[in-house]
């Protein structure tokens, strides 16, 4: 993915470090995206179905910061579940801007039977590594992602 002959070997090691995380997460994701398509969802949507199933009714754009999702992209997967018959828009009453999304009873039924499969499946996607291991990549990848940096500003 990157050749850099002239960087230190910090940065040949951070690159290498970044290029099998990206590889790993992406080749993981794709085995499990296969099983969602599989049952006729994507992986955007059934993310959306499992936080609702989890957290109770959420704002949307609660849900797309969530998942690290533009409005325009949220709004897309939002309507492709509504149109399904997954999840309701509900206007939020405290900002009449913003809805509720929940999940209809079909939507509780559909996710509530998936879920424990998508579990199975992660859990055996996972199983190469050992229980300390599991521990130790959760805590690495959490210290990468929580990072905060800032950004040089753009010339």
Known sequence: ??????????RKTALDAFVKLTRAAE????RL?????????TGSQFNVLE???????LPQGRIGRKMLRSGGNMTLVV?????????VRIRDERDRRSY????????????AGLFPFYADKIEEEMGVLTGPEL??????????????RVL????
């Open 79 to 87: 309507d492709n579940l509504e149109k399904r018959g997954l999840v």
């Open 152 to 155: 040089p500003r753009q010339a």
């Open 51 to 57: 936080m609702i199933h989890h957290l109770g009714p």
């Open 135 to 148: 521990e130790q990549l959760a805590a690495l990848c959490k210290k990468i992602g929580k990072q905060k």
């Open 33 to 41: 995206q296969k099983h969602l398509a599989e049952r006729g969802i």
């Open 100 to 111: 509720i999304i929940d999940l209809t009873p079909a939507g509780k039924e559909f996710i």
């Open 27 to 30: 080749s993981v994701l794709a």
């Open 1 to 10: 993915m990157f050749v850099d002959s002239k960087g230190t070997e910090e």
